[in-house]
């Protein structure tokens, strides 16, 4: 009797007891990947020659906005020597930071929208054939500066959230700048021009109103990302998007309010949707996609008879069908892109300023204003690279948006913040000229999250792959 109770104490029968005996222990939880830790000096380098960069390409040489008011006589092509000093450091930087890392920088090669890299070449080739080739150069210097800075960004204390903790703080502060400028220096910060769309506009530390925007919207959804994933502070988070839409407002950029209002909402849906719509997460960008595209037919008036989708947008900008004079504007470069439809009059050489020997000086002939800019990215990503640079960006786009979605899939806040700055961009660019502008804050915003974005796709193929390797070795 003693015998049997001591075998129930012991694991029961003796069969269930050796049956115990030969069944293997469970296999140890998979150690957590080891993830590069933030901070550094490395880490706090690299984010200040962001923030250089970011400022640069902001704030006008030298406080100089009279260069940029309506009707001035020049458009600058050049830097001083200050200026081209602070570029070639950037330069500088960015490749000594990127070479320092042969393995991890190859790890990213292999995630990286290969599109990126693309625009970067054709863009170099076209030297060979640009109407301006010492132009081309000049704004090639700074492709390279804002590509190899944005490596560094991703290879130098990197961690999941590292674009945003950059890119936030400095856009911020750029905007609360802008504020205090426009209540000290009013003459200087906000338009003193007598058009209805730009008076009392505020461009603030920005040369235009609408890169104020552009900005302030940026930063919005910053904020507003940082809101919904938990990343930020209350109390940071009201004094950051307060500044954002007071200067979002201030500039007067319906553009600008119409992109940040539409991403802002994809955002919402994408990171507070419940469990059970998160599948059709995917089918909703699609629908935005297909949305954003029939419109940019219809702007572009490829497509005869779509005329009637732009009312709701006319009655929300408040603009005319003409967009402000716009249609006029892309009528020209139709017609300039019929001469060189293939491969363009190379990267950044049509708007070199109203000189008779700029390939646009023809524009202010015709409308008698000089715009800089072909006010929509899209043609003038063709205007200058043809049809094969209009097939790169494609390209890219397609190929964010993959990889936005997938990252999505994995690591759902990150990809839903990539997304939303997707379709700022897509909206944006029916009516400014952004798409691979680096004269742009929003070339170094776009890239930035471009590199950022492969980077955590490394990061989650090492995870995924030391995930499988667990399972299996269980």
Known sequence: ????????????????????????????????????????????????AIWVLVVFMIVPEGFNYDTFRP????????GSLTSRITWLALLGFGLFATLRRPQQLRALLREINPYLLGFAVLASLSVAWSADPV?????????????????????MGWHMTRYQSVVRPILTLMLIASIIFGLTSPLLAIERSLSSELVGAWHGLATQKNALGSIAGTTTILWLHGWLSR???????LVGAAAAVSCLLLSRSSTSLMATVFSGVLMLMLMRSRPGLR????????????????????????VPGLGFVLKPITMLTGKDQTFSGRTAIWAILDQHIAYHPLFGTGYGAYWTGPVPSSPSFGVLRTLYFYPTEGHNGYLDVINDLGAVGGLCLLGFLVTYLRQALRLFASVRAQGALYLALLFQQLIANLSESRWFNVLSIEFVIVTLATVSMGRLLVQVRLEQR????????G
């Open 1 to 48: 009797m003693n015998r049997v109770h001591a075998r129930s104490r012991v694991g029961g029968t003796p069969a269930r007891a050796a049956r115990g005996a030969t069944r293997p222990a469970p296999p140890p939880p998979p150690p957590a990947p080891a993830r590069p830790r933030p901070g550094g000096r490395g880490a706090l380098i690299c984010g200040l």
């Open 71 to 78: 009707g001035a006589v020049v458009m600058p092509t050049e």
């Open 135 to 155: 132009v081309t150069v000049r704004r090639l210097i700074r492709v390279y500066t804002i590509m190899l800075d944005g490596f560094a960004l991703g290879l």
């Open 231 to 237: 990343e930020t502070r209350l109390w940071s988070t």
């Open 279 to 302: 599948r059709y997460m995917p089918y909703l960008v699609g629908i935005f996609v297909v949305t954003i595209l029939l419109y940019s037919l219809a702007v572009l008036n490829l």
């Open 466 to 473: 030391a995930a499988r390797a667990a399972r299996a070795a």
